[in-house]
């Protein structure tokens, strides 16, 4: 499976994003689809993810109930929505697909190329 990312760029403190990520290729309904992130300097750090039936799995820590994962399997698409930005989200952020419902990214195979998020104060 083939991954893009889009829909990052510069925001605000306090504004929202809407980032997705199509993939292509076949069987992506069967694919775990998850969001990490990597700020410079920091190791890459789990954000979201979300099963074939639509169960996630969240970062409670990096998260705290202002990001939400979703998917549209007829788009092929994953879908992360930001809100209430802060300047600590600044960072690239890249979705990969496993078979695995997980928050390490060593059981993601599969990875997009990543799409900059940069938050300002």
């Known amino acids: 499976v083939q991954l893009q990312a889009s829909g990052g760029g510069l925001v605000q403190a306090g504004g929202s994003l809407r980032l997705s990520c199509e993939a292509s290729g076949r069987s992506f309904s069967y694919y775990?689809?998850?969001?990490?992130?990597?700020?410079p300097g920091k190791e890459c750090e789990f954000v979201a993810a979300v099963d074939s039936g639509?169960?996630?799995?969240?970062?409670?820590?990096?998260?705290?109930?202002?990001?939400?994962?979703?998917?549209?399997?007829?788009?092929?698409t994953v879908y992360l929505q930001m809100n209430s930005l802060k300047t600590e989200d600044t960072a690239v952020y890249y979705c990969a697909a496993s078979g695995t419902l997980s928050g390490s990214s060593r059981l993601y195979p599969?990875?997009?190329?990543?799409?900059?998020?940069?938050?300002?104060s």
């Open 54 to 76: 639509g169960v996630n799995l969240d970062n409670v820590d990096s998260a705290k109930g202002r990001f939400a994962i979703s998917r549209d399997n007829i788009k092929n």
């Open 110 to 120: 599969y990875w997009g190329q990543g799409t900059q998020v940069t938050v300002s």
């Open 32 to 39: 775990v689809m998850g969001w990490f992130r990597q700020a």
